[in-house]
């Protein structure tokens, strides 16, 4: 079937240690995205891709990057990580500009300590 | 820009019992909307989507929702509510062209047996 991977499914870092986070998918969409969800709360869109084309949200702290090295992955790079940090990250992809319906993944908890 | 309200934090129905949960959303014109379902600690699924036509949609697991303009809003119904529905409901907006999905804050489903 085709879907929306991410690996780890669990991480752990250090304070200040840099972690990334991976996203990959098979449903060959243009369009990939990263979201941060803290608990009881609205996922919140972190960045996205169109294609190679990176669109970063203003209030995305430097400490996030991205990567996406190709189609079908994209990668969360934490450069160093606080204990604010500590949630879970979700990927999703849609399939072209406009159609909005995203796809996610099972998300990444990651754990500062 | 668009927003969206789910006025319920947390609901509590019995098995069998029937359910609705509320959405509002604010936009000068018809929006794409969407409900997404989030059990813990797993990513967010599409349960149902409108974006034209038929005011009443049909989506996936027994649910449907009803996209009344006059009101701008967008509930989620399901008739008979089994034990395991308990889960984290989404609404979501795509408007203004782009990519982005505004998510309300979500309602927290719970179902006593």
């Known amino acids: 079937d085709a879907m929306v991977i991410q690996n780890p499914r669990y991480q752990v870092t250090q304070f200040g240690k840099p972690v990334t986070l991976s996203c990959s998918q098979t449903l060959n969409h243009n369009v990939m995205y990263w979201y941060q969800q803290k608990s009881s709360q609205a996922p919140k869109l972190l960045f996205h891709?169109?294609?190679?084309?990176?669109?970063n949200e203003a209030d995305t702290p430097d400490n996030f990057q991205s990567r996406r090295p190709n189609t079908s992955f994209c990668f969360l790079d934490i450069r160093s990580p606080g204990l604010g940090d500590a949630a879970m990250y979700l990927c999703?992809?849609?399939?072209?500009?406009?159609?909005?319906?995203?796809?996610f993944g099972p998300g990444t908890r990651l754990t500062v300590t | 820009a668009q927003s969206v309200t789910q006025p319920d934090i947390h609901i509590t129905v019995s098995e069998g019992a029937s359910l609705e949960l509320r959405c509002n959303y604010s936009y000068g014109a018809t929006p794409y909307l969407f409900w997404y379902v989030q059990s813990p600690g797993q990513g967010l699924q599409l349960l149902l989507k409108y974006f034209s036509g038929d005011t009443l949609v049909q989506g996936i697991k027994g649910f449907e929702a009803e996209f009344k303009r006059s009101q701008s809003s967008f509930n989620l119904r399901k008739p008979s509510v089994h034990w395991s529905d308990a889960a984290e409901y989404f609404c979501a907006v795509g408007a203004g062209g782009g990519n982005k999905l505004t998510f309300g804050t979500g309602t927290q489903l719970k179902v006593e047996l």
């Open positions: 891709y169109y294609d190679k084309d990176f669109n």
């Open positions: 999703a992809t849609s399939r072209v500009r406009g159609t909005y319906e995203q796809y």
